[in-house]
Each structure stands twice: as structure tokens, then as C-alpha cells.
């Protein structure tokens, strides 16, 4: 099975600051890849699919690029109601969908 | 607008089997894979098992292959997994979700002990 190696596991910003975090599958996925945001005591909501398209209603702050095996996810300018863990999750060919570990994102 | 709720979960013995159930709405059921993705206590999103558009092909993780089964029924747009051989670490919320990147729902607790 794919694995996804998702870094760092946490991180510390401050409001304003540019946070970037890491995806790493170990096989290629071409860009079949999302970015979840999962807030304490709500549902996971997609930020990113395929890689890099923003979903609607999401705030342009956010992006994502990548493509085979290594993708990131950007926040422009850390607000704080960006504070979550983001998990990013393949889906291309057969699954297992794997997720990768997740990145919980507090402000400093 | 897309919605979809969980039910079934609740607290089992070691060994015991529970059914969750998914209702779907708002949306063309039958057009979507589905999803059971779960989140243990303190722990991250884990993805359980999915099944095809018509039901056909099912996948599953390692951790749960043997012992769940995933189902559906179209024309009721409902989502099931029989869970089977329940052990501690099945312990999780366990969410419904609609194909790769479709909404989620609430999720339904399932307690094993």
C-alpha cells in the first residue's frame, strides 16, 4: 500500500504568518491528493483536491501544489480560525485512501 | 444541499457486532462512491472502507478486512458497514463521507468495551 508521511506533526505561528506543511507519498499519485481542515468538535471539510484547486468557499489564503509524490499545502497569512488539523488524503487508483498523519496548526 | 447521518453506533462488548447506517439527501445517491472513515480517540483520520457507485466493488483497510462489511442500498440512499469480531482499538467516531472530497457527516460513536 501507499504510504503518506505528512510533516511537521504540529506547528506554532503567529497571526499573519506564512505555514506551509508537507505530503509525501511513497509511490507516485499524480496530483490525486486532498487537504483536509479538521476543527475539534466539527466534520472535516476539504480544503484542496487535485492537488492544487481551491474548494469553493474556501479562503485564496489557502493553496496547494504538488504533483507524483511530494505536495504542500500553504496558508498565506495564518488567521485564527485557521487553527485545526489538516490531514491530506490520496485517491487515486485502488484504494486504500490512505490519510497522512496530520498537522495540527495552533497559533503561538 | 448535501447532508448525511450516521447512526448505529454505540457501546459493545469485545467480540460483539454492531450496524451503522448512513442516510443519504440532497444529493444523487447513486451516482457517488461512499465512504466509512473513523477517528479513534486522540488519534488521526483513518480510512475504513469504500464501495462503487452500484454497489459491485468494495475495498477495505487491513486493519478491518474480514471482520466489516460495507453496503449499500440505492434506492433507500442508505450507507451501511457491519462491524464484526469488535475489538478495543475499533473504538472510534466513524463518519460517512461522499467519494474523493464530498461532504461528511456528523458521525456516529462507537464504544468497544
Known amino acids: 500500500d501507499i504510504q503518506m508521511t505528512q510533516s511537521p506533526s504540529s506547528l506554532s505561528a503567529s497571526v499573519g504568518d506564512r505555514v506551509t506543511i508537507t505530503c509525501q507519498a511513497s509511490?507516485?499519485?499524480?496530483?490525486?491528493l486532498s487537504w483536509w481542515q479538521h476543527k475539534p468538535g466539527k466534520t472535516p471539510k476539504v480544503v484542496i483536491y487535485d492537488a492544487s484547486h481551491l474548494e469553493p468557499g474556501v479562503p485564496s489564503r489557502f493553496s496547494g501544489s504538488g504533483s507524483g509524490t511530494d505536495f504542500t499545502l500553504t496558508i498565506s497569512s495564518l488567521q485564527p480560525e485557521d487553527v485545526a488539523t489538516y490531514y491530506c488524503?490520496?485517491?487515486?487508483?485502488?484504494?486504500?485512501?490512505?490519510f497522512g498523519q496530520g498537522t495540527k496548526v495552533e497559533i503561538k | 444541499e448535501e447532508q448525511l447521518v450516521e447512526s448505529g453506533g454505540g457501546l459493545v462488548q469485545p467480540g460483539g457486532s454492531l450496524r451503522l447506517s448512513c442516510r443519504a439527501s440532497?444529493?444523487?445517491?447513486?451516482?457517488?462512491?461512499m465512504n466509512w472513515v473513523r477517528q479513534a480517540p486522540g488519534k488521526g483520520l483513518e480510512w475504513v472502507a469504500n464501495i462503487k457507485k452500484d454497489g459491485r466493488e468494495k475495498y477495505y483497510a487491513d486493519s478491518v478486512k474480514g471482520r466489516f462489511t460495507i453496503s449499500r442500498d440505492n434506492a433507500e440512499k442508505s450507507l451501511y458497514l457491519q462491524m464484526s469480531s469488535l475489538r478495543h482499538d475499533d473504538t472510534a467516531i466513524y463518519y460517512c463521507?461522499?467519494?474523493?472530497?464530498?461532504?461528511w457527516g456528523q458521525g456516529t460513536l462507537v464504544t468497544v468495551s
Open positions: 463521507s461522499i467519494g474523493h472530497y464530498g461532504r
Open positions: 488524503q490520496r485517491y487515486d487508483n485502488l484504494p486504500p485512501w490512505t
Open positions: 440532497g444529493f444523487i445517491f447513486s451516482n457517488f462512491w
Open positions: 509511490q507516485a499519485i499524480r496530483n490525486y
